[in-house]
């Protein structure tokens, strides 16, 4: 039974979340958060593998895919699909996976359901183990697609790329390596991502710690024991373990260090949302039954009724399509009852189901955390959509485990950090190991992310192009830029909740057009400025759901709580329909054969 507000209820929320908000204002905003660098200058490291030594190579390649995550990984099976098969991926990390062979910390999943967040099932014959599955299970499907598709030939690993430059003669972009190489290729796909830059917090005092100290996104289980699959971190037993930050990778990793440390402080600057989980098994018969087609059905279904259509039956049923029914059945509520269909309408259903959702996920804690103070510190007072919602059955029932402490900042972040411990509230908290869950470098530059820019038409840089915000058609193809590919969400579907259904999508018309020009010979193909002009105009200032909403809590969802200007909402803009509409109008796009906007030439 969903919880009933009374009009002066959502008025006290009102002011208790603007309250909340004001406390984490930062004049710094983005500023705030440090690049690695002293002693964790091995952030930029892979601890991984050691990389083997090669000669360097001097070759080329019709498509080479910066990237070997499932953006770069999607798009090579797609081009393989199309005929392409002279491909290289080049990663700086020592195999495929992206964030998923990066982020190895304990408790590792996915929030979004197997079923449509893992690409290329059908085509690789996987069938996932649960509902939402373990990050190693991810990895290993990464690893599946670049076999089935033959994409370890060629690839090149644990090689960093230091420059991007198109050769208007050669038609080709000339791209360097660290490790020596000089590799032409025919056309460039860009699958770089936004996640794998970790950012540390702005703490004074965090180079100083003398204790053991590491960043999520490295876990150094040399040091605290078990593995990567949940096994007990049995040498975390005689230590006291802190961990800075509470987002959705402290709130999977928390119920395995409380389980193992003999002490654990969690310090929280903002509380996450945590919903629950509800993970089951797949059951290999009934998923036998499923019609060929079946995952794009599923993932239309999901981002149909996640963007607030209609379908018949809900097939992925969880928290998200939950959140967007209920807003969708208040709207019809609302014009059933006489309202009119509007923009005011629609704010307020989303507004009145969210005060309820966020009712029953402060309630949540309050029926599973035994300590009253903890529960108090632990209940998020903001939109569920103001920052990354979460899902997750153990990570409040940790706070029952008397060895694990809640050491609420009360939004104010750690004040210091010393030699031997973490100051908060002018309370020191001596630690053996400090764990740093601050999350990834999102809203920052695309060279400053990757270390490298792409040099263009007349050696204009990526980033001089973009530096008032990104400018595409379809976020695929950037004028002045010819053969190159962006995959991502941006400027496309922007389609978030389900990040892998935008590389799915995008890259059937990316291998189209590599396909295009391979089949009559074009050298250079570039979205003319009046194609890419007439698709900003149309996805301009189009602000879907809440992202960059100035009313919520800071978080990399709002830039940080700092006003929206033209470049972060171009940034983060998709059209103006949604997803669905962007995927259809991309199908049709590709389908007339026209690609309309594109100009291919042959010299
Ligand atoms: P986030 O950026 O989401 O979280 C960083 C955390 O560090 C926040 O809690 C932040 O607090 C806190 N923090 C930053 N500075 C300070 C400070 N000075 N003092 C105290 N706390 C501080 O990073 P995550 O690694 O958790 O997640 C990154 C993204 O990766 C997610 O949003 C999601 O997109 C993805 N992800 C998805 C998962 C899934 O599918 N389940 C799992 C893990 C990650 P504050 O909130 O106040 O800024």
Redesign the pocket.
Same mark, same amino acid.
């Given at each position: 039974m969903a919880v009933q507000l009374t009009p002066s209820e959502r008025e006290e929320l009102r002011e208790k979340y603007n309250a909340e908000r004001d406390k !984490?204002i930062r004049s710094d905003g983005n500023e705030?958060?440090q690049q690695p660098s002293g002693r964790f200058s091995n952030l930029l490291d892979d601890p991984y593998v050691q990389p083997a030594d090669r000669d360097a190579i001097h070759d080329d390649v019709t498509v080479l895919i910066v990237g070997a995550g499932f953006a770069g990984l999607v798009t090579g099976a797609r081009l393989k699909q199309a005929g392409i098969t002279d491909i290289r991926l080049i990663d700086k990390a020592g195999d495929v996976g992206g964030?998923w062979y990066w982020?190895r910390y304990p408790g590792?999943? &996915?929030?979004?359901a197997a079923m449509i967040y893992l690409p290329l099932l059908e085509e690789t014959g996987t069938i996932p183990s649960a509902k939402y599955v373990p990050a190693p299970e991810i990895h290993a499907h990464a690893k599946r697609i670049a076999t089935t598709f033959n994409l370890y030939e060629g690839a090149l690993f644990s090689t960093g790329i230091t420059s991007l430059d198109w050769d208007a003669d050669a038609s080709r972009y000339i791209v360097r390596t660290d490790r020596g190489d000089v590799i032409r290729a025919r056309h460039l796909a860009m699958g770089t991502g936004p996640?794998h830059r970790a950012?540390l917090?702005? @703490?004074p005092g965090l180079q100083s710690f003398k204790g053991h100290a590491f960043h999520? $996104?490295r876990w150094d289980y040399e040091y605290t024991g078990g593995d990567p699959s949940g096994a007990l971190m049995s040498n975390l037993s005689d230590k006291r373990v802190g961990i @800075?930050?509470? #987002?959705?990778? $402290?709130?999977?990793c928390v119920p395995h260090l409380s389980r193992a440390a003999k002490e654990l402080f969690v310090?929280? !600057?903002?509380?996450?949302a945590i919903d629950e989980r509800n993970n089951h098994a797949i059951d290999p018969e009934w998923f036998s039954e499923l019609k060929s087609g079946w995952q794009r059905e599923w993932m239309m279904n999901f981002t149909t009724l996640q963007t607030m259509g209609f379908t018949d039956e809900d097939l992925v049923k969880d928290g998200w399509t939950d959140i967007s029914l209920r807003i969708r059945d208040r709207v019809i509520e609302k014009v059933q009852a006489g309202e009119e269909f509007g923009p005011d309408t629609l704010l307020a259903a989303y507004e009145e189901s969210d005060d309820e959702k966020m009712t029953e996920i402060r309630a949540r804690v309050d029926s599973i955390v035994r300590d009253p103070q903890a529960a108090a510190g632990l209940k998020p007072w903001y939109r569920q959509l103001c920052? !990354?919602p &979460?899902?997750h059955d153990e990570y409040l029932q940790s706070y029952n485990n008397p060895g694990t402490h809640l050491i609420d900042?009360e #939004? !104010?972040?750690?004040e210091r950090i010393d030699e031997t411990g973490v100051w908060v509230n002018g309370v020191h908290y001596e630690l053996d190991c400090l764990i740093?869950? $601050?999350?990834?470098e999102?809203g920052t530059s695309y060279s400053r992310r990757n270390g490298y820019d792409v040099a263009g038409r007349d050696g204009q840089l990526l980033s001089e192009y973009w530096s008032e915000g990104m400018h595409t058609l379809h976020g695929i193809h950037v004028h002045g830029f010819p053969n190159m590919y962006i995959l991502g969400a941006a400027q496309a579907a922007n389609l978030?909740s389900n990040i892998p259904q935008n590389y799915v999508e995008n890259s059937v018309a990316i291998a189209a057009v590599i396909a295009e020009a391979e089949r009559t010979g074009a050298m250079a193909v570039e979205v003319t400025k009046d194609a890419e002009d007439a698709w900003i105009e149309l996805i301009s200032g189009v602000q879907r759901g809440l992202r960059g909403n100035s009313d919520c809590?800071? #978080? /990399? /969802?709002n830039n940080?709580g700092k006003p929206m200007g033209r470049k972060e909402q171009l940034n983060s803009s998709g059209h103006p329909g949604g997803p669905i509409a962007f995927f259809e109008h991309l199908e049709a796009w590709r389908t007339s054969g026209e690609f309309e906007g594109l100009q291919f030439s042959r010299s």
């Open positions: !984490r705030q958060y964030v982020n590792a999943m &996915c929030d979004t996640l950012k917090p702005g @703490i999520t $996104s @800075i930050g509470t #987002g959705a990778t $402290s709130v999977q310090f929280q !600057r903002t509380p996450s920052k !990354r &979460c899902f900042t #939004g !104010r972040g750690v740093i869950a $601050s999350g990834f999102v978030i809590t800071p #978080g /990399y /969802y940080e």
